[in-house]
C-alpha cells in the first residue's frame, strides 16, 4: 500500500483521515504566510486547526514532517513550466516564450511561496530531504532550459551551467516580496524579472 495513504500508525486513510491530514497542512501554510515556522510548535498548530495534539501526530512526526508534506505536495504542480519549456521555441518566437517561462515561474512562486521559501531555507542549511527534493524538482526543469539553450545557440560552451545560473537569478528574483529589491537603487521583481528576459533573450540570440 502507498504509505502517503497511510497515516503513521500504518491505517488507511479514510475520507475523514484525508480532510483531517489536509486541514493540518491548509492551516501550517497559512500561519506561515506571516510568521517563521521556526517557531511553531505542534500544540500551537493543533489548536489553530482545531484537532488534539495526539490527532497530529496519528498523520506527522513533528513540524518538520508537516513541512515537508506541504513542499511534497507544491513539487506536484509543475506540469505549467515544464510545459512552456516542451513548447517550441525559434529566434521568431523567442521573446514571447521567454516571456511565458518568466511569468509562469513567477506564478509558481506565488502560489507556493511559503512552502519553496521553506524548501530552500532547509536545503540550504543542509537538511537531505529537502535538498533532494529540491534536486529531483529541478532536475527536469534545467535539463529542458538546457537544451533550449543548446539548441537556440550551439556556440555556447557551457549551455548547462547558463542554465542553472539562470535558473537560481530568477528563484532569487520570484522569491522577493512584490516591491522587490530596495536599496541605492529600487527595483521591483517585474523590473527585475524584464531585466532577465532580456538576458536570456541576449544570451540565445548571440
Not at 500508525?9 to 491530514?21: D, L, N, S, V, Y
Not at 497542512?25 to 500561519?31: G, H, P, Q, W
Request: net charge neutral; with cysteine; proline share 1%.
Amino acid at each position: 500500500m502507498d504509505k502517503k495513504a497511510q497515516n503513521l500508525h500504518g491505517q488507511k486513510m479514510g475520507r475523514k483521515g484525508r480532510e483531517t491530514r489536509q486541514k493540518i497542512m491548509d492551516m501550517t501554510l497559512d500561519m506561515l504566510g506571516h510568521r517563521s515556522y521556526k517557531d511553531l510548535t505542534v500544540s500551537e498548530l493543533a489548536s489553530e486547526t482545531g484537532v488534539s495534539s495526539s490527532t497530529f501526530y496519528v498523520y506527522f512526526e513533528d513540524i518538520e514532517d508537516v513541512l515537508f508534506a506541504c513542499v511534497e505536495a507544491a513539487a506536484l504542480d509543475l506540469d505549467d513550466l515544464h510545459a512552456v519549456l516542451e513548447q517550441e521555441w525559434d529566434h521568431k518566437n523567442l521573446e514571447a516564450q521567454v516571456k511565458k517561462f518568466v511569468e509562469v515561474y513567477n506564478e509558481l512562486w506565488e502560489k507556493h511561496r511559503v512552502e519553496l521559501r521553506i524548501r530552500n531555507l532547509e536545503a540550504d542549511q543542509g537538511n537531505l530531504r529537502f535538498l533532494n527534493i529540491r534536486i529531483e524538482t529541478t532536475k527536469g526543469i534545467l535539463q529542458k532550459l538546457t537544451q533550449r539553450i543548446s539548441l537556440l545557440n550551439p556556440k555556447l560552451k557551457y549551455p548547462q551551467q547558463i542554465a542553472i545560473v539562470i535558473h537560481a537569478a530568477m528563484g532569487s528574483i520570484a522569491s522577493q516580496h512584490e516591491i522587490g529589491i530596495t536599496g541605492a537603487i529600487r527595483q521591483t521583481r517585474k523590473q527585475l524579472s524584464n531585466g532577465v528576459v532580456e538576458l536570456i533573450c541576449a544570451v540565445l540570440r548571440n
